[in-house]
């Protein structure tokens, strides 16, 4: 399936254009499946986008509540109806599983129905004022234009969770997805265009980070930018924006710890670490990175999770029974292995995997891989790595370190304990600096109605997902009346 041979993938002011160039897009399970070629946005048709979004964007606000959930519902419909499909094109372009693709596609519709229904609750705040006969109202206007960067590894996901409450609250926006997924990109643009937003209100601009988004981010006709990325791209974008109290939300990396308590459970252990270090063959910020076994469970454990790597079929992502797919690109796959070769000359061994597998189709694929004997300072288990890769760390058997070595890191976006302790599960909620924690559950796979971040280097600005997304897409007035 050849999506867009003309190349006609950019989505400006309600109109499909070409670009100044376009790109190959690339089957990582299989380099010789391109596609399509796609449209790489100019200077020019970046501005352009702005332009029209800002144009658009105060009509928008004002359109009648029933009218803007209803269209949301329909694409939330459309996504849900159409996810076997749409799951598949993810997962060709993207390297996961046809389960988490179609997944990922139908999460996607369940956000987008959220929001719709959001439409619908425009309660704000009355108050007295401390002043005779007069009275207070703080409601909540759309924050104008927003610029969406979102990644690669939940190209779908990751985008409709800003998409979806920028919409809602009345925003209008420019979206550049990651260059290495525009196939997802251009078919959620074409499921917008046909459920009716207006113009302007939404453009999709494909192309670099280095061009596009660096021209988003410096732009002063934008009101708002949300990322997901990496910390080395959101530091940028927080110091292009500040200058231009240009407000920013950023989602970044990670260095999860999954906890395995003396009293754990080992089966749920090990489901637990599977799910949460190689789905997605390890390509999310969520990941269990950092594996901390404690003493008297060690030898079970790490005997059980073998015995379970064992049986977990990589290979191309749209065949049955894969559980782990190609990681997304030959750059990567060389730094994963250069991460497993630093930790070797510091002594790790590897317990499984740790080398490139050899597949019918030429793609990216990495065995998934468990490295034991590793201390948490080491420069892999501080940095994110991203790869099918967990680092075992050993400890005694104490809640108190477990927690203090789940907090040292910079991050902070997920942690989790597999415990049967409501001593241990208590201390481990209230202590950990993260921003979501887990108990006897894998550090990866979050609810959509409730708030989605992380502290310290992990996240920047207000929360995304569930109505705390309010606080980022939408500005309080406060507004006084004298009555009488
Ligand atoms: P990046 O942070 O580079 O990319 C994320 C998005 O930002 C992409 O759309 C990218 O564009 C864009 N971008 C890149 N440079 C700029 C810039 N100067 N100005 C504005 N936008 C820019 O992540 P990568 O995809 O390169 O992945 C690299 C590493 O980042 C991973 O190995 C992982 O560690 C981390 N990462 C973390 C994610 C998370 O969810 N926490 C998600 C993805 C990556 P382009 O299309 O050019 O890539």
Do not use: I, K, N, Q
């Given at each position: 399936m050849n999506m867009h041979s003309t190349h006609n993938t950019l989505y400006i002011n309600g109109q499909w254009q070409q670009g100044e160039s376009t790109i190959a897009n690339i089957n990582p399970s299989d380099t010789s499946d391109i596609i399509g070629h796609y449209a790489q946005a100019s200077t020019a048709q970046v501005k352009e986008a702005i332009a029209a979004a800002k144009q658009a964007q105060p009509e928008w606000a004002q359109t009648p509540m029933e009218r803007k959930q209803a269209i949301l519902q329909a694409i939330g419909d459309e996504l849900i109806a159409r996810c076997d499909e749409l799951g598949r094109l993810l997962s060709r372009e993207e390297g996961k599983p046809f389960a988490e693709g179609r997944g990922e596609v139908y999460r996607s519709g369940q956000f987008f129905h959220y929001y719709a229904a959001e439409v619908l609750r425009q309660i704000g705040d009355f108050a007295d004022s401390v002043r005779t006969g007069v009275k207070i109202e703080v409601t909540r206007e759309a924050v104008g234009v927003v610029a969406i960067i979102s990644p690669w590894n939940f190209p779908m996901a990751t985008a409709v969770w800003k998409i979806a409450p920028a919409l809602a609250y009345g925003n209008s926006i420019i979206w550049k997805p990651a260059n290495l997924t525009p196939a997802s990109a251009v078919a959620l643009a074409e499921i917008l265009h046909r459920h009716g937003i207006?113009?302007?209100?939404f453009n999709l601009v494909l192309g670099s980070g280095s061009h596009v988004g660096d021209t988003l981010i410096h732009s002063t006709e934008i009101d708002a930018v949300s990322f997901t990325g990496s910390v080395d791209v959101g530091r940028k974008i927080a110091a292009a924006t500040a200058p231009n109290f240009v407000r920013c939300q950023l989602e970044m990396g990670s260095k999860n710890a999954l906890v395995v308590a003396h009293d754990a459970d080992l089966d749920i252990a090990v489901e637990a670490t599977i799910a949460g270090s190689f789905s997605g063959a390890g390509q999310k910020?969520?990941?269990?990175?950092r594996l901390i076994v404690m003493d008297s469970v060690y030898d079970e454990y790490l005997e059980k999770l073998i015995a379970r790597m064992k049986t977990l079929k990589v290979g191309?992502?749209?065949?049955?029974?894969?559980?782990m797919g190609p990681v997304v690109d030959e750059k990567q796959l060389t730094a994963n292995l250069d991460w497993v070769e630093k930790a070797k000359k510091l002594g790790a061994e590897v317990a499984f995997g740790g080398n490139r597998l050899d597949m019918p189709h030429n793609g990216y694929y990495m065995a998934p891989t468990l490295l034991t004997g590793t201390q948490n300072d080491w420069e892999i288990n501080q940095e994110e790595v991203f790869a099918p890769l967990a680092c075992v760390i050993r400890i005694q058997d104490s809640i108190e370190e477990a927690i203090a070595l789940t907090n040292a890191?910079?991050?902070?976006l997920t942690g989790g304990i597999i415990t049967q302790s409501l001593r241990y599960s208590a201390l481990f909620k209230e202590q950990v600096q993260a921003g979501c924690v887990m108990v006897n559950l894998p550090t990866a796979g979050t609810d959509y109605h409730v708030p989605f971040g992380g502290r310290k280097s992990s996240s920047f600005g207000p929360r995304e997902q569930g109505q705390y997304a309010k606080e980022f897409y939408t500005i309080v007035k406060t507004a006084y009346q004298r009555a009488y």
């Open positions: 207006p113009a302007g209100v910020c969520t990941a269990s990175s191309h992502a749209l065949e049955d029974g894969v559980f890191t910079r991050f902070g």
